[in-house]
């Protein structure tokens, strides 16, 4: 069975500071696809990135990296020099690659709230 | 271009009456997937739409729920006889639908958040 951990469930920062949050999961799959998505207050889940079980490559953009590891099975996430708008919960999903089986798994979700 | 939609944006129902969500896709896309987001529970997976193959309902939590999808395009979730246990956001998203969907970015409307009194 798929599961994915996210076990900081609270995070609070000052702005300015970096911050890391973890994502840890649990597939039999060989071929998986790994996500981020953000939700504000207002509630809308906003799609951030995408990575498939084959490409480890990190990956960047602005103030936003991606470290996925397949030896730690573990897809984590930074801000770096973290904004108040920055605030939100984040999630991380997994989601099998095979036909009929395109359902997200979703993590628990992290508060991270940035403090002016 | 537009995103999902879903109507109403807010439902207030009293126990035991039916309640009906609506989504409507993102043009084009063919995959259309109903989740739930609830205090307790976190988000769930209810039921996954594709094209015109028989939907996957290996989510929905119980036969009062039910879902269609009208040529193809916009979707109704349907709960019968509403318990409290039901008051959650209900939210719907669609996929381009290549290749089944399989392992496709899932882009999400601002859901529905139904509380039954």
């Known amino acids: 069975a798929q599961k994915v951990t996210q076990a900081q469930t609270e995070i609070s920062v000052v702005e300015k500071e970096d911050v890391t949050l973890d994502c840890v999961y649990e597939?039999?799959?060989?071929?998986?696809?790994l996500f981020w998505y953000k939700q504000p207050p207002s509630g809308e889940l906003v799609f951030l990135i995408r990575r498939n079980s084959f490409d480890e490559q990190n990956e960047i953009s602005g103030r936003y990296s991606w470290n996925f590891q397949k030896s730690t099975s573990s897809f984590n996430f930074t801000i770096t020099a973290s904004q108040v708008v920055d605030s939100a919960v984040y999630f991380c999903a997994l989601s099998e690659a095979k036909r009929g089986a395109q359902k997200l798994v979703f993590g628990q979700g992290t508060r991270l709230t940035i403090n002016p | 271009g537009a995103g999902v939609s879903q109507s109403p944006s807010n439902k207030v129902t009293e126990k035991g009456k039916d309640v009906e969500l609506r989504c409507d896709p993102i043009s084009g896309h063919t995959a259309l997937y109903w989740y739930r987001q609830s205090l307790g529970q976190g988000l769930e997976f209810l039921i996954y739409?594709?094209?015109?193959?028989?939907?996957?309902k290996s989510g929905l939590p119980s036969d009062r729920f039910s879902a269609e999808r009208t040529g193809g395009s916009v979707s109704t979730l349907t709960i019968q006889r509403t318990q409290q246990e039901d008051s959650a956001v209900y939210l719907c998203?669609?996929?381009?639908?290549?290749?089944?969907?399989?392992?496709?970015?899932?882009?999400f409307g601002p859901g529905t958040r139904l509380l039954v009194l």
């Open positions: 998203a669609s996929s381009l639908g290549l290749a089944g969907g399989a392992g496709e970015t899932q882009y």
């Open positions: 739409f594709q094209g015109n193959s028989a939907p996957d």
């Open positions: 597939t039999r799959d060989t071929t998986y696809y």
